[in-house]
């Protein structure tokens, strides 16, 4: 069972940048393809991105390709989410997840995982 604790939200400006931090507890963390998601209020859960145990592949939401880069640190068990040109519509509550399954199922069908608490990023216009 990998225990997930998120960090690094904020308020920042349109424009601004902010980078997330998932740090996880747990000696498989390394096994694990992490994944973060978001969550406006009064709407659904929307995949944002996700990494593979190894990092050398991701994956990104549409709506984020370009400006958000995930990464992962392997000896510090921890994943980040680096957020560039911020928008008013990416303001929600970010979390982030751990996936033990095979990369190739977790970009064909989603991060299965137990999200965390999240942290709050609000970018004003």
């Known amino acids: 069972q990998v225990q997930l604790v998120e960090s690094g939200g904020g308020l920042v400006q349109a424009g601004g940048s902010l980078r997330l931090s998932c740090a996880a507890s747990g000696r498989t963390f390394n096994s694990y393809a992490m994944g973060w998601s978001r969550q406006a209020p009064g709407k659904e859960r929307e995949f944002v991105a996700a990494?593979?145990?190894?990092?050398?592949?991701?994956s990104y939401a549409d709506s984020v390709k370009g400006r958000f880069t995930i990464s992962r640190d392997n000896a510090k068990n921890t994943v980040y989410l680096q957020m560039n040109s911020l928008k008013p519509e990416d303001t929600a509550v970010y979390s982030c997840?751990?996936?033990?399954?095979?990369?190739?199922?977790?970009?064909?069908?989603?991060?299965?995982?137990?999200w965390g608490q999240g942290t709050q990023v609000t970018v004003s216009s």
């Open positions: 990494i593979d145990w190894s990092g050398s592949s991701t």
């Open positions: 997840a751990a996936d033990p399954r095979a990369w190739i199922l977790v970009v064909t069908t989603g991060v299965l995982g137990s």
